[in-house]
């Protein structure tokens, strides 16, 4: 009796009904396969009256999809059309939920898929789209995000949840180990906070560009949460299967586990509290991951989100990070000196003598590596950095620029005589 008064319904009066009313799964299954389901699917394809019976459609092929990988490639794409299809708000909300849905099953099926395949392509697709209109990554975006950097950089072992929550009382972001248990790590991003962060500038900036700042960002925030994961994979190795007398050892000559020592016993006797306000960027660990958030969010920006900012939006971040580098080499008196350097005086001053763990003095020959571990670098390339940090320099690849200038010192050096760096 339903059926046949339905049969009788208008696109928009179908619609409205298919939107409107709240369904048991099995009535839902039943309209689908209803011949005024199939025809107004068609029509609305073929007449382009909107996208809201054809996100249903999908939604239902996601529903019934059951780790179809190939399936789950179709539907992708099928979602990108629609994507570009909407126009209106109405369309892009009703979008909302589908994409959500999309996401949850690429996330469901991370650990299984092949590092290049097409749903993790269209996933991205699906994020380069939203920067591209303007619009802010949402949560589970993040969340997607997120768990194929942990996958991409090896981290599955050791950051085996990632918590995209809507509050909390652990800041912006945490990466933890979870009481030292190695396949328990969690990485949590507080999205509700990082987006209150930015509202005291909503009606000051224009909207769209606001959305811009919010979601590059959203990309070093990240970064430098994921490298603390990478320092603590780093550190695990070393340490896997070493007899303790060995692992001790070790500590005043590899550098590696000597900093994480002494990054953690300074942060043992400062406290969690002046840790985690006063005395943060002082810490080593805190500013190597600075460091790699600037060039790793760049490097994202240029391969994953390519084409998605003007080169003027890269290169003021660019110059934004370049003017961080900088700082992060000059002491409070102004002088040049590095993060290393800065911190081990840190360490001393607050470390008595007896209980101080030596440091590992272990020459770094790579200038590029020096730098991304904040220890000494040559004075001309400190200068090479304030140029790019005042503009004089323009560029929208960070990392090359760097390198090159660092091949050219190297190649000055060796013509004059002098070492080769």
């Known amino acids: 009796y339903y059926l046949n008064h339905i049969e009788k319904f208008t696109y928009e009066e179908f619609v409205e009904f298919l939107y409107n009313g709240i369904y048991a799964e099995k009535i839902i299954l039943s309209l689908i396969e209803s011949n005024i389901y199939k025809k107004h699917l068609e029509e609305e394809k073929t007449k382009e009256l909107g996208i809201s019976i054809q996100i249903i459609s999908l939604e239902k092929e996601l529903f019934l999809v059951e780790n179809n990988v190939k399936q789950l490639d179709t539907i992708g794409t099928e979602i990108i059309k629609l994507i570009n299809k909407s126009k209106k708000q109405e369309e892009k909300e009703e979008m909302y939920s589908l994409i959500q849905r999309y996401l949850d099953e690429i996330i469901k099926n991370m650990d299984s898929f092949p590092m290049s395949c097409a749903s993790i392509e269209r996933a991205f697709e699906i994020l380069r789209i939203q920067m591209k209109n303007h619009?802010?990554?949402?949560?589970?975006m993040v969340e997607f995000y997120l768990l194929f950097r942990t996958k991409e950089l090896n981290l599955r072992?050791?950051?085996k949840d990632?918590?995209?929550?809507?509050?909390?009382?652990?800041?912006?972001?945490?990466?933890?180990?979870?009481?030292?248990?190695?396949?328990?790590?969690?990485?949590?991003?507080?999205?509700?906070?990082?987006?209150?962060?930015?509202?005291?500038?909503?009606?000051?900036?224009?909207?769209?560009?606001?959305?811009?700042?919010?979601?590059?960002?959203?990309?070093?925030?990240?970064?430098?949460?994921?490298?603390?994961?990478?320092?603590?994979?780093?550190?695990?190795?070393?340490?896997?299967?070493?007899?303790?007398?060995?692992?001790?050892?070790?500590?005043?000559?590899?550098?590696?586990v000597n900093r994480e020592i002494r990054n953690h016993h300074l942060r043992e006797i400062v406290g969690e509290e002046d840790y985690d306000n006063r005395y943060h960027d002082r810490f080593i660990d805190e500013t190597r991951a600075d460091i790699f958030s600037y060039f790793d969010t760049n490097n994202q920006l240029l391969t994953r989100f390519k084409n998605c900012y003007e080169f003027n939006d890269i290169a003021g971040r660019l110059s934004f990070f370049a003017r961080l580098l900088v700082k992060k080499y000059t002491n409070e008196e102004g002088k040049f000196i590095s993060p290393m350097e800065q911190f081990n005086a840190y360490y001393n001053e607050n470390i008595k003598e007896t209980e101080r763990i030596p440091i590992a003095e272990e020459e770094e020959t790579d200038i590029f590596h020096a730098l991304l571990n904040g220890e000494p670098i040559p004075i001309e390339l400190y200068e090479f950095l304030k140029q790019i940090a005042s503009a004089k320099i323009i560029t929208d690849d960070l990392e090359t620029t760097i390198k090159n200038f660092i091949n050219d010192l190297r190649t000055e050096e060796i013509l004059q005589g002098g070492p080769a760096l």
Do not use: Q, W
Not at 135 to 140: A, D, G, S
Not at 179 to 189: A, D, F, P, R, Y
Not at 194 to 217: C, H, Q, V
């Open 157 to 159: 072992s050791i950051c």
């Open 135 to 140: 619009e802010v990554l949402t949560p589970k």
């Open 162 to 256: 990632v918590i995209v929550t809507l509050g909390g009382d652990f800041g912006l972001a945490k990466y933890s180990l979870a009481g030292g248990v190695c396949k328990n790590g969690t990485l949590k991003i507080n999205y509700e906070d990082l987006m209150s962060s930015f509202e005291k500038y909503r009606g000051k900036i224009p909207e769209k560009a606001l959305n811009d700042t919010i979601n590059i960002l959203m990309l070093p925030m990240l970064s430098h949460e994921l490298h603390h994961a990478i320092d603590m994979k780093e550190y695990l190795e070393i340490k896997k299967n070493k007899e303790n007398e060995e692992f001790i050892n070790i500590i005043t000559t590899n550098k590696v």
